[in-house]
Nanobody, 121 residues
Framework: QVQVVESGGGLVQPGGSLRLSCACSRNIFKSVTMGWYRQAPGQQRELVAG???????YYAPSVKDRFIISRDNDNKKGYLQMNNLMPNDTAVYFCNVGRSLAGTSGSYDYWGQGTQVTVSS
């Protein structure tokens, strides 16, 4: 079984920064796309940023130029650096291992339990 664990969420003031981490338990991480999704109360889960195994990235327009996705394949970890956070970034953030940069599921589709990010003064 593949385990995906997020960490790094918390409460931050508007304009602040947070760095989320995602750890995957299996080597499959190295060969598939990883992505960060978020879900705010009453809203659908949305793809925020994704990175393929080869380094191609996708960013949602709402976070482009503020968020940076990265990955460390050797250690099976992914990261989301979030800068200039705004109140509407408040959501539970999930790491996914396996979905495409378009957010579609395929042979692999593993989710973490999510980490809460709250942006408030």
């Amino acid at each position: 079984q593949v385990q995906v664990v997020e960490s790094g969420g918390g409460l931050v003031q508007p304009g602040g920064s947070l760095r989320l981490s995602c750890a995957c338990s299996r080597n499959i991480f190295k060969s598939v796309t990883m992505g960060w999704y978020r879900q705010a109360p009453g809203q659908q889960r949305e793809l925020v940023a994704g990175m393929s195994s080869g380094g191609t990235t996708y960013y949602a327009p709402s976070v482009k130029d503020r968020f940076i996705i990265s990955r460390d394949n050797d250690n099976k970890k992914g990261y989301l650096q979030m800068n200039n956070l705004m109140p509407n970034d408040t959501a539970v953030y999930f790491c996914n291992v396996g979905r495409s940069l378009a957010g579609t599921s395929g042979s692999y589709d593993y989710w973490g339990q999510g980490t809460q990010v709250t942006v408030s003064s």
